[in-house]
């Protein structure tokens, strides 16, 4: 139940209603002259645990759920960085295979009628793609291989391939094309964060704006238990003036009245004071120790004011959701960009440079009808035949183009066309956004501004309303006016303690959501708002 909806009869103001002139109530005990002394003995007396802002703000901010989910999802979003840099990684690779064949042959230069081989191939090498979309390959390759041929020049015998090739797209898949993924991630990641401080600020408003609620709850319970009293003494004053014969019962039924009114106002506002302490203790995640939270702080009562225009600006660049905002827009952007690169032909560039290598344990190879065998220079082991292709002894090399044109090309237009629409509907979200924290802003501002003014009018008006309660008892007791009328004074005065609460609560609320709005700048550090303030 809001301040607003509490009936009239709250009646803060009937704190001076009995205390100044009630002196013949014979519950004159519970009267107290000064209606400050008696709202602050009342609200000491309210039973609860105390608990200060900034301990309610760092519980909250400790176990709120928004901010935790804010945090899971940065955390997720810098895991999709850490996998995106991923693909720019190098790469070992590897590979062994051995095979073995029996060959039966009719050939006379087979060298066996069964031609038995065996060979081992070994493979290693190192891959990479770099930022521009470059792919390099560096292998190294090991063969050996035996056979029971008679002419078999080598037995074993080892070959050995290593080379560098290169792979470079110079249209589809290019620079912008290769980072597209890691530029929408770390934008992603931005934004992430961005949200994260933008969830801390807004747990922090939430928290401050219902503490200044629970505050203003509690003085407007004070202040009908406070009415409740004097309600009470009221009517046992009409009573006795009833049966004195000055007044006619009537009057005591509008007193009755009165007090009936009271009590359910208690009632109401104990029924709020409550709601308000379990909404914080939700937030804070914890019970309280006594029946309820009590705020030990008072609300501000003056504010540093900025210029309006000033206040804009820094909002619109601080603002953690418009920042969240940028940051999305620019992650499309990043894959509009590559999506424009990868709606083009293939034309990839080829290249490479690299050596073999040949040794093995010579045989001797005879030739029919010739006695003589044949012994081949070539010797060595593995290691050799590894030097000589790393050397490049024996060197090789290649270069080419690969051309590849989709007809029609409606995959990659399509995707481009959806890429580019989806830019131009981040962009309009983040404009609306900008309009409307614009116009919160100002909206605050003036909150603010008036804040001050308000709350002296609406301390002139408690004032005024205690003053006319006064003279309506004095005139009560000398029979110029009615219980009905001293009961409409103190609605009056209920109102106005109303409006100065309500004040004090719109003002704190409009300086907490400013701070919330520009990043937490505004409100931070008073003399560095108001130099930046000047500076703008």
Known sequence: MSSRSMPSWLAGALIVVAGAGWAQSPDRADLVASPDSALTETIARLPGERLSLEDAVAAAAAQATEA?????????????????????????FG????????????????GADVLETQSSRYEAGARMQLPLGTELTATMNSWRNTS?????????????????????????????????????????????GARYDGSLLAVRTEVETLYWELYAAERNHAVTEITRRRAAAFLTDTRLRAKAGIIGPSQVANAEFFLAEA???????????????????????????????????????DFTLVDQDTLVAV????????QALRREADAMQALARGATWDARPTLDLLGGLGGNGLSGQPQDVY???????????????RGEALGQAVSRDHPTWNVGFVFALPLGNRAGSGE???????VVRAQQ?????????????????????????????????????????????????????????????????????????????????????????TGGWYGSNPARTTDEGSNQ
Do not use: C
């Open 416 to 422: 481009r066309g959806r890429v580019r629409a989806e």
């Open 315 to 322: 909002a619109l660049r601080r603002n953690p959701e418009l």
């Open 148 to 192: 029971n041929s008679t002419f078999a020049a080598l037995d074993p015998e080892y070959q050995s391939a290593a080379g560098l090739s290169l792979r470079q797209p110079l249209l589809k898949g290019f620079g912008p094309s290769a980072r597209a993924g890691l530029d929408a991630a770390l934008s992603n990641q931005a934004a992430a």
């Open 429 to 517: 979200v983040l404009l609306g956004a900008r309009r409307d924290t614009e116009e919160l802003v100002r909206a605050q501002y003036r909150e603010l501004e008036r804040g001050r003014r308000r709350l002296a009018m609406a301390a002139r008006g408690v004032a005024a309303s205690i003053k006319q309660v006064d003279i309506g008892m004095v005139e009560f007791r000398n029979g110029s006016t009615t219980a009905f009328e001293v009961v409409r004074l103190t609605a009056d005065l209920a109102t106005a303690q109303q409006r100065y609460s309500d004040a004090l609560v719109r003002t704190a609320r409009a300086a907490a959501i400013l701070h919330q709005l």
């Open 95 to 110: 590979s062994a295979e051995w095979t073995g064949a029996d060959t039966p042959s009719a050939s006379l230069f087979a």
């Open 367 to 381: 030739f029919p009808g010739d006695p003589a065998p044949v012994r081949t220079s070539i010797s060595g082991d």
């Open 68 to 92: 935790r989910i804010a945090a899971a999802r940065l955390a997720a979003s810098s895991e999709t960085v850490r996998r995106e840099k991923g693909a720019f990684d190098p790469e070992l």
């Open 263 to 301: 009590e359910q106002a208690v009632l109401d506002t104990e029924e709020n004071l409550d709601r308000l302490s379990d909404r914080l203790a939700s937030l804070t995640g914890r019970r309280p120790s006594g029946r309820r939270f009590r705020p030990s702080d008072e609300p501000p009562r």
